[in-house]
Structures are given as C-alpha cells and as structure tokens.
C-alpha cells in the first residue's frame, strides 16, 4: 500500500534554530500533502496544504513565514520551522493523497519536535 | 467550514465488550468520512471510510461504521473488543472537492482492559 515516511521522527534544537521535516510518498506521487499539528491529546489541527510546484496554502492563523513549507517535487514536502521557540513543540504530522485512490489520505509517523 | 464532533474522550471497556464511538459532523453538503486509529507511538491508519452507497461501512480488524445522514453521524462499532485495540480513534470528514484536507475530530482514548 501507499507508504509515507516522515523524517526525523524526533528532534530537539535550541531556541532561536530552524528545524526542516522531511515528508516522501515512497510509492507514489503526490501533488498534495497536508501538513498538521498535534497537540498533547488533542485532535490534529491542518497548518497548510502543499501544492507540488506551488505556494503552500496556509490555515489561518498559522505563520507562513515560521512554518515554510516547500513542495518542490510530486515525492517530497518539507516543513521548516523558522526561529523556533519553545511554543512550537508539538508533534508535526505530513499527510499525502494518493492520487490514484481519490480519496486516499496517508499519514506519516510524525515528528515530536522540542525547543529547549 | 466542516467541524466534527466526538463527545467520548476517554473510553474504558474490558475485553470482549461491544464498543460504539460517536462521531457528529457539521456540513449540510455530500461528505466523506473517515475513522482513523492511531496506535501508542504509530502513526494514523485508517480503518474504514464512507464515500457513497451502503451506509453501513465495514473496516479492517472487525469494526463497522454506519452513515446516517439525517443524524450528520458517522459511528464506529465493534461487537466484541480486544485488549490490542487500546488506542486514539479519529473521525475525520472531507467536504465532496476531493482536494481539501480532512477535518479531524478530537479523538477519543480507547482503553481496554484484560
């Protein structure tokens, strides 16, 4: 089946550092991926959607310019989080939609980020 | 825009009783739904998903779902669970663009016990 794998799957940095998430369709091509946040047992909040080739859309409310998102191929989303503090930890999540199953949504394992 | 609603935060049932998870949905146009589990320290897999057609929806490891759509529900059952069933579950909805991200609910803890 459709495979997304999501990298690093933890990763602690210091205040003030960027962190890049990686997200890679394995097996198929994806012209979206979503990306969410998720906080301590609550439910995933969508920050933006990747658009390959394109501007990510971003929800509102969510900082483009914190949270750069970059799509440059139809395999490959990544999520930079800019001058993190430590308000940004959580736990990232990146999505993919396989375009050959409509509707078919598939998660990565996630990213636990720390700002220390 | 959509939202949805699952009013069970934190469910406790012992092994081999039945299981219903409710999940409301806010949007009066064509939707699909979605149940997601997410394992302790896995990532989201989905169980089952209503697109069209029979409103009774059935998924991998024995659970079911049933769409009624005068109810804007879309719950999850299970006549008999498991203690590996322990997790967070996860109704979503999709407005009908086939673009547009889910919408996730809050969760619900499923803890089943020996």
């Known amino acids: 089946g459709a495979v997304v794998s999501q990298h690093p799957s933890r990763v602690i940095c210091k205040s003030g550092t960027s962190v890049k998430i990686e997200c890679r369709s394995l097996d198929f091509q994806a012209t979206t991926m979503f990306w969410y946040r998720q906080f301590p047992k609550q439910s995933l909040m969508l920050m933006a959607t990747?658009?390959?080739?394109?501007?990510?859309?971003?929800e509102q409310g969510v900082e483009k310019d914190k949270f750069l998102i970059n799509h440059a191929s139809l395999t490959l989303s990544t999520l930079t989080v800019t001058s993190a503090h430590p308000e940004d930890s959580s736990f990232y999540i990146c999505?993919?939609?396989?375009?050959?199953?409509?509707?078919?949504?598939?998660f990565g394992s996630g990213t636990r980020l720390t700002v220390v | 825009a959509q939202s949805v609603s699952q009013h069970n935060h934190h469910v406790i049932l012992s092994e081999a009783a039945s299981l219903e998870l409710g999940c409301n949905y806010s949007?009066?146009?064509?939707?699909?739904l979605f149940w997601y589990v997410q394992y302790p320290g896995q990532h989201l897999q989905l169980l089952l998903k209503?697109?069209?057609?029979?409103?009774l929806v059935k998924g991998i490891k024995g659970f079911e779902a049933e769409f009624i759509k005068s109810k804007f529900s879309f719950n999850l059952r299970k006549p008999s669970v498991q203690w590996s069933d322990t997790a967070e579950y996860f109704c979503a909805v999709n407005i009908d663009t086939g673009r547009r991200a889910l919408t996730f609910g809050s969760g619900t803890r499923l803890q089943v016990q020996p």
């Open positions: 990747s658009n390959e080739g394109s501007k990510a859309t971003y």
């Open positions: 999505s993919a939609r396989d375009q050959a199953e409509y509707y078919g949504y598939t």
């Open positions: 209503y697109f069209s057609g029979d409103p």
């Open positions: 949007y009066g146009g064509t939707v699909n």
